[in-house]
């Protein structure tokens, strides 16, 4: 995926991706990153206010990709707008997976990492129950608004995590269970 930041805050972020990975987030500090970024310690906190926004960076940059593709998708269908956002910017080029990974795990297996990305989940959630509402023209407070924008996110998080459990797998593979996790939202989960 595509991002905002600048081609320093990215090579920023990833020597700091590969230090976490090697030797831990916790076990790494600011001044460890700065360094191996080449940067100063107050210009590191210019492109990220805490060592946790290396991480969930790009959860930010993906929250406005989400907003701008989902207001480019025509219909009143929220989950076929919905699958189409989401496709459209999960594009990962295969230079881009390792670090993919990396982040992907750093967010399931450091606690204060999941929970700060659960905090801006609800940004993601908030934005797909507001586009939802505007397509079936309800309040995006109502509870049919905000069930689908948590029921999505949720299937994306879960997306995610069968994606990174499996070490061989591809962007076509991310695409792919991208299409599995909108085909089960889309029938529901009822019996048949």
């Known amino acids: 995926m595509a991002t905002t930041r600048s081609a320093r805050a990215q090579r ?13 987030f916790d076990e790494t500090t600011v001044d460890e990153l700065a ?6 310690r ?8 805490t060592k946790l926004d ?5 959860l930010d940059d993906g929250l406005a990709a989400l907003v701008a593709a989902l207001a480019g998708e025509r219909g009143d269908d929220p989950v076929a707008a919905a699958r189409a956002a989401f496709l459209a910017i999960n594009h990962y080029a295969a230079a881009e997976l ?6 992907l795990g750093l ?10 990305a659960t905090v801006r989940y609800r940004d993601w959630e908030s934005a797909l129950a507001t586009d939802a509402a505007r397509r079936w023209g309800e309040d995006p407070a109502s509870l049919r608004a905000q069930v689908f924008g948590r029921a999505v996110v949720a299937a994306m998080r879960a997306v995610f ?6 070490p061989e797998a591809d962007a076509d593979a991310l695409g792919a269970l991208v299409d599995e996790a909108f085909d ?5 989960f009822a019996s048949p």
């Open 42 to 49: 107050r210009t590191f906190f210019r492109y990220f206010p």
């Open 54 to 58: 290396v991480v969930l960076g790009e």
């Open 184 to 188: 089960a939202l889309s029938r529901g």
């Open 107 to 116: 967010i399931e297996d450091v606690p204060e990492l999941a929970a700060r």
């Open 98 to 103: 390792p670090a993919l990974r990396r982040r």
């Open 12 to 24: 920023l972020e990833n020597v700091a991706l590969e230090l976490f990975a090697s030797q831990g």
């Open 161 to 166: 995590s069968a994606w990174h459990a499996r």
């Open 35 to 40: 360094v191996a970024g080449g940067v100063g």
